[in-house]
C-alpha cells in the first residue's frame, strides 16, 4: 500500500517484540531509531491482537497523523476489522451552548472578537466532529476560543440544553466503542488524576496501553498530578460570572462590582511579580511582602466573590456552578498558599499578562506504579530517544518501572554514509559572556556551505534573540525567527523557501520532520542541560543528594543526552537525506561526561574541520550537476 515501501528488519523485530509483550501481557521498553518505522511497528500487532488498545501521543498534531494519514492505510492492508476513534481534551471541541450564550451575550465585544465568532458560528453549522483544528478561519490559539469551548469547572453537564448534541460526548462514545483508541499523554494522565468526569472508565477496558514519544511522559503526569491556580483561571471565572449578571442578575449590582474587583486584584498582583517572565521558587513569594499582599487582595476579592455568587446561585444553573467555581477555586488557593508539605514542590510562573500558583508532586514514580497496577495490561513504552548510551535506568526510573523488559533497534539510515558530525576547534567555553557572539562566527561559514537549509537549535530564548540580532545583516539566507509567527506557519514557511535558516528554542528539538534538502544541517548551541534555577528540578535535585545520590550524573546528565538526541533527530528523516550536525559546546571533548553524549550520538564521520563541512556540501553541488 505504500510506494516505495522496503521491508526493514528492526521494523519487523519490533512488531514481533511488541506482538509478544500483548500476546503475554507484559510490559515492554521498545526505543527505535528515527526512520524504523515504529508507528507501524506497533499499530499492526495492537490490530491484529483483536483487544481493546490505548493508544497515547506526546501532541495533538501527531495524534491527527495516526488517525487520519497511518490507520486508513493500515486499513486497507489488514484483513482484520477495526473500529478506530480519536479523542482530545475537552477545550479542543466547540460547544454549541457556551457559543451561543457567548453570540447573545450583551456582554460586547471589539470587532475582531465579534468576527471570529461569527467565523465560528458558521463554520459550527457545518462541522460533524466540532475539533476546532478543523478550524483553519481562526488560530487554535486564539482567546475567542474560550467563548465556544467548555471546562470540566464551567460544563453543565447533563443539565445543558445542548447535551444530546454535544460534540465531546459523542466523541466519548466513540472513544466507549472502540477497538482501537487514539488520545494523547494528557488526556492519558486526566484519566490518572481523574479530574474530567467521564473519562475515567476508558483505561480499565484497554487489555494494551501503547505510550508513543513515551520520553515526555514523566513531565505531562508531574504537571496532572499537581495542583495549578492561574491568573486566568480567576479571570474567566470573573468574566463568566459578569456575562451570566447581565443576562439573570442585574438586580444584584454587587455581584457585578465584585466580578470587576477581582479581575483587578489579578492584574495588580501580576504587576508586583514584576516584568520579567520566569519560573521562581515559592521563598521568592513568602520573602516580598509586596507580593503577599497582593495574593492576599486576591484571595479576599475571590472570597468576596464566591459570596456574592451563593446569592445569586439560585437564579439560574449557570451561576450555580460559577458559585461552585469560586467555592472550588478558593479552596485550592487556600490549600496551595498554605501547604509546606515535603512531598510537594511550590512553585510561580509570570506570563506575558497573568501569573500562575503551582503545587507539583516531588516525584511521580511511585504513583505511576500504583497506576499501572489498577489497570493492568500490556504497557508498551515507544520513543526515538529512552536511553542514554544504550542504558534505559533514568526513564525506567522516573516512572518506577522497575525490572521491565528493554529492546533497542537501531536506526536503518547510513548515517555514515548521510552525514557529517562537525565540531569545531577553538570553541569558546559556555560560560563566557561573548559565547554567543564567539559562536556565530564558527556558524556563519557552515549555513554559507549549507546554502542556508539550517536549524540552528538554541537553549535559551536569550541566546536565540542575541544570534537572530547578530545574523540578521550576516547571512544572504532567509532567517525566521521562532515567535515571531505561529511554529507551523515557520515550518511551513522553512519548507517553501528551501533555503532559510531558522532559529528555535525547546519545541523546535522535536516533533518537527523536515525531510528532503530543505533541512541539511542542525546546528547546536549549548548541550542541553535544564537550567538549575528552574524550581522543580532544584528541589529534585536537592531531594537526590538528600537521598546520597548524585543529581548530577542520574538527573541532569541523562535529561540532557535525551535532548540532545533529540535536537540530532531533526537531521536526517529519509534515507536519502544528507546533512551536516554541528554543536558547539566544547564541554564534549572537554569534560569527562562529554563521553556519555558522544555514545549516544548516531554513527556519523566526525570532524573538526571546516573544509570537510564544505566538502560535504560540495560533493553534493557535483551531485546535482551530473544528475540530468
Known amino acids: 500500500m505504500l510506494d516505495g515501501y522496503q521491508q526493514r528488519n528492526s521494523q519487523t523485530e519490533m ?43 506526546g501532541t495533538k498534531n501527531l495524534q491527527d497523523q495516526l488517525f487520519k494519514k497511518d490507520l486508513p492505510l493500515i486499513r486497507k492492508a489488514v484483513t482484520v476489522p477495526f473500529v478506530a476513534a480519536l479523542l482530545k481534551g475537552r477545550s479542543n471541541y466547540l460547544c454549541r451552548y457556551r ?10 465585544f471589539g470587532k475582531k472578537e465579534a468576527a471570529a ?8 453549522n457545518r462541522t460533524k466532529t466540532g475539533d476546532i483544528g478543523e478550524m483553519s478561519e481562526v488560530s487554535e490559539s486564539s482567546p475567542i476560543w474560550y467563548l465556544a469551548t467548555s471546562t470540566a469547572d464551567n460544563c453543565l453537564g447533563q443539565d445543558c440544553p445542548d447535551f444530546k448534541d454535544c460534540f465531546l460526548m459523542k466523541a466519548r462514545k466513540q472513544a466507549q466503542e472502540a477497538d482501537l483508541l487514539v488520545v494523547n499523554h494528557h488526556l492519558l494522565c486526566a484519566d490518572w488524576s481523574i479530574r474530567d468526569g467521564g473519562f475515567g472508565e476508558l483505561l480499565p477496558k484497554a487489555k494494551t496501553i501503547i505510550v508513543d514519544e513515551a520520553h515526555q511522559l514523566a513531565e505531562t503526569a508531574s504537571n496532572f498530578l499537581g495542583m495549578h491556580i492561574g491568573g486566568k483561571q480567576l479571570i474567566d471565572l470573573a468574566n463568566d460570572a459578569l456575562m451570566e449578571y ?26 508586583v511579580f ?9 521563598q521568592e513569594i513568602t520573602g516580598n511582602s509586596k507580593i503577599q499582599d497582593g495574593l492576599t487582595v486576591v484571595q479576599d476579592k475571590l472570597t468576596a466573590l464566591r459570596k456574592q455568587l451563593m446569592l445569586a446561585s439560585v437564579k439560574s444553573k449557570e451561576l450555580d456552578l460559577c458559585y461552585q467555581r469560586a467555592n472550588n477555586l478558593s479552596a485550592q488557593l487556600d490549600e496551595l498558599m498554605n501547604d509546606d508539605s515535603a512531598r510537594w514542590i511550590r512553585w510561580y510562573e509570570t506570563h506575558r499578562k497573568t501569573f500562575t500558583l503551582s503545587r507539583s508532586p516531588l516525584e511521580v514514580a511511585k504513583e505511576f506504579q500504583a497506576f499501572m497496577q489498577q489497570h493492568p495490561a500490556a504497557w508498551i513504552f515507544t520513543s526515538a530517544t529512552l536511553s542514554v548510551a544504550e542504558r534505559f535506568d533514568h526513564f525506567a526510573n522516573n516512572l518506577g518501572l522497575g525490572n521491565i523488559n528493554s529492546r533497542h533497534w537501531p536506526s536503518p539510515f547510513d548515517f555514515n554514509k548521510q552525514s557529517l558530525f562537525y565540531h569545531p576547534k577553538g570553541l569558546p567555553k559556555p560560560d563566557d559572556p561573548q559565547f554567543i557572539p564567539a559562536i556565530v562566527e564558527f556558524v556563519i561559514p557552515v549555513i554559507e556551505a549549507s546554502r542556508g537549509r539550517t536549524f540552528f537549535l538554541f537553549t535559551s530564548h536569550r541566546a536565540l ?8 545583516h550576516r547571512i544572504n539566507y532567509p532567517l525566521l525567527i521562532q515567535g515571531t509567527k505561529l511554529k507551523n506557519r515557520l515550518l511551513e514557511r522553512f519548507k517553501q523557501l528551501g533555503n532559510a535558516v ?47 545520590g548524585n543529581p548530577f550524573f542520574e538527573q541532569q546528565i541523562p535529561a540532557a543526552v535525551i535532548a540532545l538526541r533529540q535536537g540530532i533527530g531533526r537531521l536526517i528523516r529519509d534515507e536519502t537525506d544528507r546533512g551536516i550536525l554541528m554543536v558547539c559546546d566544547p564541554r564534549l571533548l572537554k569534560r569527562s561526561y562529554g563521553q556519555l553524549f558522544l555514545d549516544s550520538v548516531p554513527p556519523m564521520r566526525r570532524t573538526r574541520e571546516l573544509k570537510d563541512v564544505q566538502a560535504f556540501f560540495q560533493d553534493e553541488l557535483v551531485s546535482e550537476v551530473e544528475t540530468p
Do not use: H, M
Not at 36 to 42: E, P, Q, R, V
Not at 117 to 124: E, V
Not at 249 to 271: H, M, N, Q
Not at 527 to 538: I, M, N, R, V, Y
Open 274 to 282: 514584576g516584568v520579567e517572565l520566569k519560573r521562581g521558587e515559592w
Open 246 to 271: 447581565f443576562k439573570d442578575a442585574t438586580d444584584l449590582p454587587d455581584l457585578r462590582t465584585a466580578c470587576e474587583a477581582l479581575e483587578l486584584a489579578v492584574k495588580d498582583a501580576r504587576l
Open 117 to 124: 465568532l461569527q467565523k465560528i458560528k458558521s463554520w459550527g
Open 465 to 472: 534573540k542575541q544570534a537572530a540580532d547578530l545574523l540578521e
Open 15 to 57: 512488531a514481533v517484540a511488541i506482538a509478544d509483550a500483548i500476546n503475554y501481557q507484559e510490559n515492554l521498553i521498545a526505543e527505535a531509531g528515527t526512520g524504523t518505522g515504529k508507528t507501524f511497528a506497533y499499530l499492526v500487532p495492537a490490530i491484529l491482537s483483536g483487544q481493546k488498545t490505548i493508544i497515547s501521543t
Open 99 to 108: 457559543l451561543n450564550n457567548a453570540w447573545e451575550s450583551t456582554f460586547g
Open 502 to 548: 531558522l532559529l528555535g528554542t525547546a519545541s523546535f528539538w522535536e516533533g518537527v520532520d523536515v525531510r528532503g534538502e530543505a533541512l541539511s544541517c542542525v546546528i547546536i548551541d549549548k548541550l542541553p542541560f535544564a537550567s538549575p534555577s528552574d524550581p522543580l528540578l532544584k528541589a529534585r535535585l536537592n531531594a537526590i543528594s538528600q537521598a546520597g
